[in-house]
């Protein structure tokens, strides 16, 4: 016997069998009967923005309470706010509650949002950001530099997610030269963080790796909150090996990323960056061989240019000989006529310096003799007898010193005076010094 779906409002054998859209409708309205236009006050999680404009995300117990409601904004009410949410927002929000038929899910419709300040999550995000910050862990001097040519990669992610997967998948079709190593640690929950601090000192301590890739899916501020967590950002800031974090989608942001020495948007991106294409090295190695092929061709071709100079004039010994003989030759004429030349110089010298003298010796005598000359007159001006010819005396105290002041004079005392023309003999018979004396 086959089961006959009735509606709901018609009585069948003494009970009522409701079919499954019969019943959500019938819940639908009692919902917009009893729940007309309510208001309520939460934390955003899970927010997105559809291409039509629409908005869907979950609104979370602002007190930390277990309860979630799953709520739609539609495009004509969503382009009324004035401010942007986001995952972590504390709002209010206001609208009607709804049943969604196709999945028989509770949904509010909210008609208009408010912002009640931020979310508790969120809030805590900020403060930790500031504090760290000011530490220096996200300072741009501080991060590493990525090998170029990563021979070996390290995964910290899940292995039961996605992430590992498009990691491994970008790899193997961007850089299958490079090796994975897989650190794995749960990435969600409350074992996750001490985990993923141990995944990093693993793969520190065992070195086997060029760098370290942290990765996981996208999910909300809560899903996500591991890698907000202040142990697992330090040790990525501490990490010896570089650290490419890619938390979640391109919107997501962690403070791990702001840590790691670069972030990337997804998994797939991380991966990406951490290693250069294969083909693209494989693009350079081919102008590096070219470059060195055409190098070494213009060098040999140098060298072969160079061998046959050589060669040719090791052909013709005959002709360097000669060409050597030649050069003796001229540097014995060159020897030879060397003395006789130097010889005839050195005389033509003497000849030129014999004339110069003789030139020379006439006039020097004759300015020898006039100085002489002139000396001869100015001895003769000061010569003492002509002096005594104009009709001075001189007198001396008869021992041949002379008298020349009146102060050593004293009546009786004899001098002798000599004149032009002979010498008398005198006795001072007074002393009279001058008024000037």
Same mark, same amino acid.
């Given at each position: 016997m086959g089961l006959r779906v009735i509606d709901g409002r018609e009585p069948a054998s003494?009970?009522?069998?409701?079919?499954? $859209? #019969?019943?959500?409708?019938?819940?639908?309205?009692?919902?917009?009967?009893?729940?007309?236009?309510?208001?309520?006050?939460?934390?955003? $999680? #899970?927010?997105?923005?559809a291409a039509s404009g629409h908005c869907y995300f979950t609104l979370k117990d602002a007190d930390g309470q277990a309860a979630s409601l799953r709520c739609a904004m539609f495009r004509r009410a969503a382009s009324l706010l004035d401010f942007a949410p986001g995952d972590g927002a504390l709002v209010e929000v206001r609208g009607r509650l709804a049943l969604y038929e196709p999945r028989g899910e509770l949904q509010f419709v909210v008609e208009a949002m408010r912002r009640a300040g931020a979310g508790t999550l969120y809030e805590q995000f900020l403060k930790l950001r500031a504090r760290l910050a000011a530490e220096g862990l996200f300072d741009p001097g501080v991060k590493r530099e990525l090998p170029p040519y990563p021979t070996r990669l390290g995964v910290i992610t899940s292995t039961a997610g996605a992430a590992l997967h498009d990691v491994l998948t970008a790899l193997a079709r961007r850089a299958p030269q490079v090796g994975v190593v897989v650190y794995p640690s749960p990435v969600q929950g409350a074992d996750a963080p001490p985990a993923l601090v141990q995944a990093l000192r693993i793969a520190n301590e065992r070195a086997e790796v060029d760098a370290l890739l942290l990765v996981r899916g996208g999910g909300s501020l809560e899903d996500l909150w591991a890698f907000n967590d202040e142990r697992v950002v330090r040790a990525v800031a501490g990490s010896a090996l570089p650290v490419i974090c890619g938390v979640g989608h391109e919107t997501d942001v962690t403070l791990?990323?702001?840590?790691?020495?670069?972030?990337a948007p997804t998994p797939t991106a991380a991966a990406e960056l951490a290693a250069p294409a294969r083909e693209a090295l494989l693009?350079?190695?081919?102008?590096l061989e070219r470059g060195l092929g055409l190098h070494l061709e213009r060098r040999l071709q140098g060298l072969a240019q160079r061998l046959d100079r050589l060669a040719l004039r090791l052909s013709r010994p005959s002709e360097l000989l000669a060409r050597q003989r030649r050069a003796l030759a001229l540097l014995a004429q060159r020897a030879a006529a060397a003395p006789v030349r130097r010889l005839e110089l050195q005389r033509q010298r003497l000849d030129h310096l014999q004339q110069r003298l003789l030139r020379a010796a006439p006039a020097l005598l004759r300015t020898r003799q006039a100085r002489l000359d002139s000396l001869g007159a100015r001895l003769q001006a000061l010569d003492p007898a002509h002096v005594l010819a104009r009709g001075y005396a001189w007198l001396d105290d008869g021992q041949g010193g002379a008298v020349t002041s009146v102060q050593g004079l004293r009546p009786g005392d004899m001098v002798r005076a000599v004149l032009a023309d002979g010498t008398a003999r005198l006795q001072v018979s007074e002393v009279v010094p001058s008024s000037q004396g």
């Open positions: 003494g009970r009522r069998l409701w079919g499954v $859209a #019969g019943l959500l409708e019938a819940l639908g309205q009692s919902l917009a009967e009893r729940f007309s236009v309510v208001a309520v006050g939460g934390e955003i $999680a #899970g927010f997105t923005r791990c990323d702001l840590a790691a020495d670069l972030r693009g350079e190695l081919d102008r």
